[in-house]
């Protein structure tokens, strides 16, 4: 009655021992009594406390298996799910890392392009620009920038053979030999760089301005000639007549570039398109055996009209324009000279990355490559940029590298490679950023939340199990404690039917009314 309320009443009879029933078994309890034999009695629990004290019985380790089952393969499922979401967000930071170095590297180069144009724009309005007034430009706070890549700033001038003498004799280009062979004016004694050992000019004989050729892949010299002058069967020559800051690259000063493999490229490329052109890549410093110093030369051409002025060079007054002024103004446009600046790429992807992300950015290695169609597979790579190396260590990487293909470099890395194009339209030039995670760049990224999820989970499954085997026999004496609290409530209601039975059979049956005094009721 207690649970759910008796399925049909105590029946007691005479003479009989009192029993009832429930659905684990069968007790009997004897009531003995002076006045009378108990009478008995049947039992039987209700519905919905046999199956609180059976269903459990019967069915736990099923329960049990199903619940760790299902535990386990959600506790698998969410570390999964979660694992592929923080490996997903290492990606897109991977994505978005090299999406900002490439946006990066391309306004940089901009930057150093209009910084080209600043000193084309000077020299196109005063063509009889001084050696110490564009000295004082390009060392200027102004351009002081912009000299950080700009490794040096040089004026080529197109010279015919028949403009030699006037250069040779130039007496401004006389006195910078002069001042760089036999005096220490440019002179850098704090890094050991002396200009009359460096430069090539100092190397020949008599005081006039020589023009150097290239000879060979190690050296550069005068080309032999009659006495003091050198001679040449080239057409013509592409002179670095200005180089700034000077005492860096005493070597530049009376080079032509278009003697050297490679270089005279940018000059074509400016002069087909009348804006700048770049070299493929190229070894950086003049005289340099190590490829790890590799760069490229940018190219600015100045043009003349061809149609009046063809004989006549800077020096000898030529005017200089744009090549879209000279069409413009009807004539012939003709290249005369061209404001050159090598452009060192390793520098360039290391100082992108610094001013960026300064030294925060780890486990990861950058590679910029040249895309164009002209250029050989073989000399793609153009810097390299990997933060757990020192700058001597990425040099000698990238000279390591220096001569395999894109393909060679990168198999390794597998679909983790991220790539992104810089197309700088204004140099007519392609490059590519790829960025190649470390082995232990996903590690150090998906954090322990996945696993301490998956750890717990089986933790919850492993004590439920332990539960099902240590708690049964407690789950037995639960259905004991039950069995006897029933048997008792029930025992109480048996014996106080018995004893009033015994009264009315004993005494009879007394009608007391409502307002009975106590002596009637006796």
Not at 15 to 40: E, L, P, T, W
Not at 270 to 277: E, T
Not at 410 to 438: K, N, W
Request: proline share 4%; net charge negative.
């Amino acid at each position: 009655p207690a649970l759910c309320g008796m399925e049909h009443p105590v029946v007691p009879t005479p003479n009989s021992a009192v029993q009832f029933k429930y659905s684990s078994g069968s007790v009997k309890r004897v009531h003995d009594s002076s006045q009378a034999v108990a009478s008995r009695a049947k039992i039987k629990l209700p519905y919905c406390a046999r199956w609180v004290v059976m269903r459990r019985v019967n069915n736990f380790t099923k329960i049990a298996i199903l619940a760790a089952v299902c535990t386990l393969s959600m506790a698998i499922l969410k570390f999964h799910l979660s694992l592929q979401a923080e490996w997903g967000q290492a990606v897109a930071t991977l994505q978005n890392t090299g999406l900002l170095v490439a946006k990066s590297m391309k306004l940089q180069m901009k930057v150093d392009i209009a910084s080209l144009s600043t000193v084309a724009n000077l020299w196109s309005l005063n063509q009889h620009l001084t050696r110490e007034d564009f000295r004082k430009f390009i060392t200027s706070p102004h351009f002081e920038e912009s000299r950080l890549l700009l490794n040096s700033v040089m004026l080529v001038h197109r010279i015919l053979p028949s403009h030699r003498p006037a250069y040779e004799d130039d007496p401004d280009a006389k006195e910078t030999r002069s001042n760089c062979c036999n005096t220490a004016k440019y002179d850098v004694p704090t890094r050991g760089k002396t200009c009359s050992q460096r430069s090539f000019q100092c190397r020949q004989k008599g005081d006039q301005f020589h023009i150097i050729e290239y000879i060979d892949e190690n050296m550069m010299y005068v080309a032999p000639g009659n006495g003091n002058r050198s001679t040449s069967d080239r057409g013509e020559h592409l002179v670095v007549f200005y180089a700034e800051p000077y005492e860096e690259h005493p070597e530049l000063l009376g080079l032509d570039l278009g003697s050297i493999p490679g270089r005279r490229a940018g000059f074509d490329g400016s002069d087909a398109s009348g804006g700048f052109g770049a070299t493929t890549r190229v070894t950086r410093e003049i005289g340099s055996s190590s490829d790890s110093n590799y760069g490229m030369l940018l190219w600015q051409n100045l043009f003349t009209d061809a149609d009046t002025l063809a004989d006549r060079s800077i020096l000898t007054g030529a005017p200089m324009y744009t090549k879209q002024e000279v069409i413009d103004a009807g004539g012939t446009p003709r290249s005369i000279g061209s404001v050159v600046a090598a452009y060192p790429t390793q520098r360039m992807l290391q100082n992108v990355v610094h001013s960026v992300f300064g030294r925060e950015i780890s486990n990861t290695r950058m590679y910029l490559f040249d895309e164009r169609a002209t250029t050989p597979e073989r000399e793609r790579v153009l810097a390299v940029y990997d933060p757990s190396l020192t700058d001597d260590q990425m040099d000698d990487t990238l000279a390591t590298i220096g001569h395999m293909t894109v393909a060679e470099i990168l198999g390794s890395a597998g679909d983790d490679v991220q790539r992104h194009v810089i197309a700088v339209p204004e140099m007519a030039t392609e490059f590519s950023m790829a960025l190649v995670p470390a082995e232990d760049y996903f590690a150090t990224r998906i954090s322990q939340a996945p696993y301490w999820i998956l750890a717990i989970s089986i933790f919850m499954v492993v004590v439920a199990q332990i539960e099902r085997w240590l708690g049964h026999p407690w789950v037995v004496s639960e259905q004991g404690l039950l069995r006897d609290a029933v048997e008792a409530e029930m025992q109480k209601k048996i014996d106080a039917e018995v004893q009033r039975r015994l009264w009315a059979s004993t005494y009879g049956c007394v009608h007391i009314t409502s307002n009975a005094s106590f002596e009637e009721v006796v």
